[in-house]
């Protein structure tokens, strides 16, 4: 039996030795996806030329963080405000008139004041809707123009008309419904709405209030902004840490709450072989490394761990021109991250994970090896087995 063993031990030996020097032997072995020198190898074949092989480095990864930065709307939109409130068309004015006694213009009698002197009551007129051309109507006065003036103005505008038929006119203008200084709210909103916009209540904050405040975890929601042809976004939680960001809207701004809870795919020797969420403001590297469980002490390759991507074009000064790129526009990438390195452990820090990206460990060439052992090992053990039975 030592004999046979041995014997056995030292042919398995060679046929591991030789398996190592033919290319693909181990591939009909089970695995989780391709080793790192498969994935090395890819850069040399004509139909993977569209795919960019990048080895992490700290410039790599300072400048993809750089990128990924979020555009503050302090910075995009600025603080711009509302200003003087000039109304438009839709929007309902009421409009109060007083006139000095004894002249009655509007039918009101002047009522006995302090002394005996007459005191004039006001007159208050229905609600007058701006109509689409920019008027309203007040007797005596006329088609007043409204759209696109101050309250005063219109008011300013009543008097001047009515200066020589009433006697010593003053008039009031309010606005009880605006629907032409507007912004709407929707989304993953309790309520989606049209929010007025009056001076003291116009940021941003105060129109997801309006509108019942967002449904979903505020770390997990991103306020998308629209503004004419502009689309702007910022995570929520960053707009509630920094008030800065909770700037004035203007009217016709469109702020949409929307649930997005990124996500990366976990893959290979790692704890974790699952689509993991990510919080909207990003993680870095190490986080999602953390998440899915870290390396597989047992099957890892520290010197195989990759992160697949479809890049922007612009993103970096690519390595093999002409850089190719996807029908949309995006460019299939590979990073490639040797945690062997002290150095890279600052690095998994700095690089920041993006929606959709595949996080792939390969599993050490020993591994394959042993799963190699194992499949001779149960089929050559049942016959070694038969032979000391004298079978």
Same mark, same amino acid.
């Given at each position: 039996?030592?004999?046979?063993?041995?014997?056995?031990?030292?042919?398995?030996? /060679?046929?591991?030795?030789?398996?190592?020097?033919?290319?693909?032997?181990?591939?009909?072995?089970?695995?989780?996806?391709?080793?790192?020198?498969?994935?090395?190898?890819?850069?040399? @074949?004509?139909?993977?030329?569209?795919?960019?092989?990048? @080895?992490?480095?700290?410039?790599?990864?300072?400048? /993809?963080?750089?990128?990924?930065?979020?555009?503050?709307?302090?910075?995009?939109?600025?603080?711009?405000?509302?200003?003087?409130?000039?109304?438009?068309?839709? &929007?309902?004015?009421?409009?109060?008139?007083?006139?000095?006694?004894?002249?009655?213009?509007?039918?009101?009698?002047?009522?006995?004041?302090?002394?005996?002197?007459?005191?004039?009551?006001?007159?208050?007129?229905?609600?007058?809707?701006?109509?689409?051309?920019?008027?309203?109507?007040?007797?005596?006065?006329?088609?007043?123009?409204?759209?696109?003036? %101050?309250?005063?103005?219109? %008011?300013?505008?009543?008097?001047?008309?009515?200066?020589? @038929?009433?006697?010593?006119?003053?008039?009031?203008?309010?606005?009880?419904?605006?629907?032409?200084?507007?912004?709407?709210?929707?989304?993953?909103?309790?309520?989606?709405?049209?929010?007025?916009?009056?001076?003291?209540?116009?940021?941003?904050?105060?129109?997801?209030?309006?509108?019942?405040?967002?449904? &979903?975890?505020?770390?997990?929601?991103?306020?998308?902004?629209?503004?004419? &042809?502009?689309?702007? %976004?910022?995570?929520?939680?960053?707009?509630?840490?920094?008030?800065?960001?909770?700037?004035?809207?203007?009217?016709?701004?469109?702020?949409?709450?929307?649930?997005?809870?990124?996500?990366?795919?976990?893959?290979?020797?790692?704890?974790?072989?699952?689509?993991?969420?990510?919080?909207?403001?990003?993680?870095?590297?190490?986080?999602?490394?953390?998440?899915?469980?870290?390396?597989?002490?047992?099957? %890892?390759?520290?010197?195989?761990?990759?992160?697949?991507?479809?890049?922007?074009?612009?993103?970096?000064?690519?390595?093999?021109?002409?850089?190719?790129?996807?029908?949309?526009?995006?460019?299939?990438?590979?990073?490639?991250?040797?945690?062997?390195?002290?150095?890279?452990?600052?690095?998994?820090?700095?690089?920041?994970?993006?929606?959709?990206?595949?996080?792939?460990?390969?599993?050490?060439?020993?591994?394959?090896?042993?799963?190699?052992?194992?499949?001779?090992?149960?089929?050559?053990?049942?016959?070694?087995?038969?032979?000391?039975?004298?079978?």
């Amino acid at each position: 039996m030592p004999f046979i063993t041995l014997n056995f031990l030292r042919h398995a030996s /060679l046929a591991v030795a030789s398996c190592s020097l033919l290319s693909g032997c181990f591939s009909i072995l089970p695995t989780v996806g391709p080793t790192r020198h498969q994935i090395d190898n890819v850069k040399a @074949k004509a139909d993977a030329a569209a795919i960019q092989f990048v @080895k992490l480095d700290d410039a790599i990864a300072s400048r /993809l963080a750089a990128e990924r930065k979020p555009h503050l709307f302090s910075e995009t939109l600025g603080s711009a405000r509302l200003g003087t409130r000039a109304v438009g068309p839709g &929007d309902v004015l009421a409009v109060t008139i007083w006139e000095a006694a004894p002249a009655t213009l509007f039918g009101v009698a002047p009522t006995p004041g302090f002394n005996g002197i007459s005191v004039a009551r006001p007159t208050e007129l229905p609600d007058q809707p701006i109509d689409d051309d920019g008027t309203i109507y007040v007797p005596f006065a006329g088609r007043v123009p409204a759209a696109g003036k %101050s309250l005063q103005e219109i %008011s300013a505008a009543i008097v001047a008309r009515l200066e020589k @038929k009433a006697n010593q006119p003053q008039a009031f203008v309010r606005l009880t419904h605006s629907f032409a200084s507007n912004a709407t709210v929707v989304g993953e909103v309790a309520t989606s709405t049209r929010v007025p916009l009056v001076p003291g209540s116009e940021r941003l904050l105060d129109a997801l209030a309006a509108a019942g405040g967002v449904r &979903d975890p505020v770390t997990k929601t991103t306020i998308q902004l629209t503004r004419a &042809d502009s689309v702007y %976004s910022l995570p929520l939680e960053t707009i509630i840490r920094d008030p800065h960001q909770n700037i004035p809207l203007l009217p016709g701004d469109v702020v949409t709450a929307l649930f997005q809870p990124y996500s990366f795919t976990a893959l290979g020797a790692s704890g974790k072989n699952e689509e993991i969420n990510f919080e909207s403001q990003g993680i870095s590297l190490a986080q999602a490394m953390a998440r899915s469980g870290g390396l597989l002490d047992q099957r %890892s390759n520290a010197r195989g761990v990759f992160v697949f991507r479809f890049e922007s074009k612009d993103a970096l000064d690519w390595p093999q021109q002409p850089v190719k790129t996807t029908p949309s526009g995006r460019v299939p990438t590979v990073y490639r991250i040797d945690l062997t390195d002290p150095q890279s452990l600052f690095l998994i820090q700095n690089f920041p994970m993006a929606d959709r990206d595949v996080l792939y460990v390969s599993n050490a060439p020993i591994t394959e090896v042993e799963k190699f052992l194992n499949v001779l090992f149960s089929v050559a053990y049942p016959i070694l087995a038969g032979k000391s039975a004298g079978l």
